[in-house]
């Protein structure tokens, strides 16, 4: 009996491609939640701007094939910037352009941590925010850390641990009054609710771990 061959490798590329199509799907659906987390603090159209975002990508997916991986995320983070207004696109889009920019053509899992923490800090400058201040970097950032430090210990637990430390990082948030954007008006409001972005920023990384974790 002639046993099966192993199933073909996909590339980096076809794989961001998936995992970009899959994140804007859930983006899609988790629109009215996120908006309903921007109303409690913020001006309640965080999930309708990551939609945009969302419906933009899946445009473009075309064009986006065709590319190789760092030109991918920086076309898909430029794309986001120019249609997607409000604090999210900006951000977002920054966080893909300066992944992008960091990546080479064929990133080994450390050279990706390395890349996802020029992102965030990136973002960070753009936004003009750090840790602490009640936004996505609070998942973000210790999200970043985790990945670089799992990151010789395999994909699965190195993605589990990303996971895992932003999840706390959006907990840790919570009871937090915002020092940054617009919930940074409500005072002492939102404090003991979540952050729009750091939900947002949550539901990237669980979507990224579930569909890349369990690859080689």
């Not at 430029?78 to 992008?100: D, F, H, R």
């Not at 939900?199 to 890349?212: G, K, P, Q």
Request: neutral net charge; hydrophobic residues 45%.
């Amino acid at each position: 009996m002639t046993s099966a061959s192993p199933a073909p490798t996909r590339s980096a590329e076809a794989r961001a491609l998936d995992a970009l199509a899959t994140l804007c799907q859930r983006l899609l659906a988790a629109e009215d939640e996120l908006d309903a987390l921007d109303r409690a603090i913020g001006d309640g159209d965080h999930g309708h701007n990551l939609s945009r975002a969302a419906r933009r990508l899946d445009e473009v997916r075309d064009t986006l094939a065709n590319l190789a991986l760092p030109d991918l995320l920086r076309r898909a983070g430029s794309e986001i910037v120019m249609s997607v207004g409000g604090a999210s696109g900006p951000l977002y889009g920054t966080l893909l352009m300066e992944t992008g920019k960091a990546l080479p053509v064929a990133p080994s899992l450390a050279e990706w941590a390395t890349a996802f923490a020029a992102g965030v800090a990136g973002l960070a400058k753009r936004g003009r925010a750090a840790e602490g201040d009640k936004t996505m970097l609070d998942v973000l950032a210790p999200a970043s850390r985790a990945l670089a430090v799992h990151a010789g210990g395999g994909r699965a637990a190195a993605l589990a641990a990303m996971q895992a430390a932003g999840r706390q990082g959006l907990e840790d948030a919570r009871p937090l009054r915002a020092r940054r954007g617009r919930a940074a008006y409500v005072g002492e409001r939102a404090a003991g609710a979540d952050d729009p972005g750091a939900a947002s920023a949550l539901l990237c990384l669980s979507t990224i771990t579930e569909l890349l974790g369990g690859e080689s």
